[in-house]
């Protein structure tokens, strides 16, 4: 009898910690389960954040956007505000994001403008936009002239 007792505190313990294990194991498995998007979730989720972006730019709230670009080559706030406004240089009429693409990691959304010079009528114009899957979340791209 006292040699089951003393085995049957050990078993009590080991599956404890054993279980106690698993459970966090399956935790963290299922954690980075969930942070994996399916490939619709992804374009619809580029898509919105792209139109934000694009209406904090148009809103000039240059500090909002700053905060959403990829932090990778990223100049300081000062540097990238002034290339930013200077990107700005024609008043724009209207912008619509379309195609957006996702490949991996990778996004690419197109930016139609109508900008105001001096026609009678805005002028269309349109660029393709980059944009990054980082931490659960989309980060835009800057051209390169920008981290120059």
């Given at each position: 009898m006292i040699y089951a007792d003393r085995f049957a505190g050990l078993f009590t313990v080991k599956t404890f910690w054993?279980?106690?294990l698993l459970i966090v194991e399956m935790l963290f498995f299922s954690a980075n389960c969930a942070t994996i998007p399916e490939q619709g979730d992804l374009k619809a989720s580029l898509k919105e954040s792209a139109e934000k972006y694009w209406?904090?730019?148009?809103?000039?709230?240059?500090?909002?956007?700053?905060?959403?670009?990829?932090?990778?080559?990223?100049p300081p706030f000062e540097a990238?505000?002034?290339?930013?406004?200077?990107?700005?240089?024609?008043?724009?009429?209207k912008y619509?994001?379309?195609?957006?693409?996702?490949?991996?990691?990778?996004?690419?959304?197109?930016?139609?403008?109508?900008v105001m010079l001096s026609a009678p009528r805005p002028i269309p114009s349109g660029f393709g936009d980059a944009w990054i899957y980082r931490n659960g979340r989309w980060r835009h791209v800057l051209p390169q002239e920008v981290h120059k």
């Open positions: 054993i279980t106690s209406k904090m730019r148009m809103d000039e709230k240059y500090e909002d956007t700053y905060k959403m670009e990829d932090k990778e080559g990223l990238y505000l002034q290339k930013v406004k200077a990107m700005r240089r024609f008043a724009v009429a619509t994001i379309t195609n957006e693409s996702v490949e991996g990691e990778k996004g690419t959304v197109t930016v139609y403008l109508e």
